[in-house]
């Protein structure tokens, strides 16, 4: 999101800065190919974030609308910040709609019939292009804050309802979710404080960073602190949308099953380590007890359901692969939002 700092530039190869908006960033200062490094290079955090963070087990995750709307948000910043031109201002902000358009819908979409499914994201798609036309058409900066409050003003009511108030939910899981989503919650926060900071107190941190010299000046960057932050913060939300989708939970039903070979309702050590032979991994008894001991929160020895999908979504420190078959989705993928 752009600020109205003045312009500090010095010359670069993009001289003709267009953008009505800045930051507290010296421009060029680094390079004469970049107009605000650190504010450009802290973008990659958006493109990590939605390839690898959160993953259950470091792997990368099969792109949805979601996480590739977070690569749109760092690509189209990093643009941004490296030109300071009015377009690709335009674009960025527009790449901050997307991503919580995207995440309203798979919330909305909960649970749906396909054709409720579709008016919903007719309708969010709809209202999309007549805020961008509205918005190209005034340029008015207030525009975009407005709308972008909107959309996240619809999503965390439609979040506390999946959350407590769908149906064959757990009170362990109700408790678990909650938790999940008051940390992404306090990082996005945390990232609006630090966010002002630096629009309010620009000439003190540019005198602090003058001080200190580079790298070190670096560190007191602040808008590159804003990228990572709330890069971290929309993955944990991703994480959690993605959890309350029951398209991911049937899924996550059917790789459970596939460790629960007698149907029981709970995987014990011999399934689990049988299952996990299968997949060319060879693990000691000792070892077996002590995955199960991390998400084993009831102390029964085996691990049921609401402990699967825990171990599954990156609530363990232990992510075992299910063994593919022919049809089926591969485990810990993510089913397009």
């Excluded at 959160?54 to 099969?62: E, L, W």
């Amino acid at each position: 999101m752009a600020d109205q700092n003045e312009h500090f530039a010095q010359a670069g190869t993009w001289d003709h800065l267009s953008s009505t908006a800045n930051f507290c960033e010296e421009d060029y200062a680094v390079t004469q190919y970049v107009a605000e490094f650190i504010n450009t290079l802290s973008n990659i955090a958006y493109v990590y974030c939605a390839l690898y963070y959160p993953s259950s087990a470091g792997s990368r995750r099969r792109l949805d609308s979601m996480s590739v709307a977070l690569i749109v948000v760092g690509i189209t910043s990093a643009l941004y910040h490296a030109t300071l031109r009015q377009s690709m201002m335009y674009a960025d902000d527009f790449s901050m709609w997307l991503i919580v358009a995207c995440i309203l819908r798979s919330l909305c979409c909960h649970g749906q019939s396909p054709t409720i499914t579709s008016l919903i994201t007719a309708v969010i798609s709809l209202g999309f292009c007549i805020m961008t036309i509205i918005y190209l058409r005034s340029g008015n900066i207030l525009i975009h804050t407005a709308f972008f409050a909107f959309l996240v003003q619809l999503i965390w009511p439609r979040t506390l309802f999946l959350i407590y108030y769908t149906q064959g939910r757990s009170q362990r899981e109700k408790n678990r979710l909650i938790q999940r989503f008051w940390k992404a919650a306090i990082i996005l926060v945390v990232a609006f404080i630090i966010w002002n900071i630096d629009l309010q107190k620009c000439p003190q941190l540019r005198e602090i960073r003058k001080s200190l010299g580079l790298p070190w000046a670096w560190a007191l960057e602040l808008h590159g602190w804003w990228h990572i932050l709330t890069a971290v913060g929309a993955a944990e939300y991703i994480r959690l949308a993605r959890h309350l989708s029951q398209e991911e939970i049937q899924i996550l039903k059917h790789e459970f099953d596939q460790y629960d070979q007698d149907r029981g309702g709970n995987i014990t050590v011999e399934e689990f380590g049988r299952v996990m032979k299968k997949t060319g991994q060879n693990p000691t008894d000792e070892e077996l007890a002590q995955i199960i001991k991390e998400v084993d929160l009831d102390g029964d020895g085996t691990i049921n359901f609401d402990e699967f999908i825990a171990m599954m979504t990156g609530g363990a420190a232990v992510a075992p692969p299910v063994p593919e078959k022919e049809g089926a989705p591969a485990a810990g993928s993510t089913i397009a939002a």
